[in-house]
């Protein structure tokens, strides 16, 4: 028993330097209509088990959307962390998935894009990293 606080010290020590690679952090944000939030927070409450491994399948953990009022309207912020090796592709083999494609058809007449993102064609406006508080074993 006298050894314990020592193995657990050890533990710990082996555990940060055999630490995974950091993965990496993405965040978006867009707005969510008013009439279509009930049914997007339903739809998100009771994921498909195909699109989640998808997610999974493609590196991606720690997934989360949350909504947010702002001067009387919503707005969605998404954030996830990536370990895989090449996003893009990731990211093309996820849109290239029937059921993840099914998926959007039900999500994205949910939401209100920003203007920036409507120019690009898109649904999802790129959020930049401004602070992250970094566990480290010093």
Not at 47 to 75: A, T
Request: charged share 25%; proline share 7%.
């Amino acid at each position: 028993m006298k050894y314990l606080p020592c193995l657990l010290l050890a533990g710990m020590l082996v555990g940060c330097a055999t630490a995974p690679k950091e993965p990496h952090r993405y965040a978006w944000v867009t707005g969510l209509k008013p009439d279509k939030a009930a049914y997007y927070k339903d739809l998100h409450a009771h994921p498909w088990p195909s699109v989640m491994k998808q997610l999974k399948d493609c590196h991606v953990q720690n997934y989360s959307i949350f909504e947010r009022e702002i001067d009387g309207k919503l707005y969605l912020f998404s954030y996830l962390e990536y370990t895989g090796k090449d996003f893009d592709a990731d990211m093309k083999k996820m849109a290239a998935d029937p059921e993840t494609v099914r998926w959007w058809k039900e999500t994205d007449p949910c939401q209100q894009p920003l203007p920036e993102a409507v120019a690009r064609g898109k649904i999802w406006s790129d959020a930049q990293e401004v602070f992250h508080l970094k566990w480290t074993c010093e």
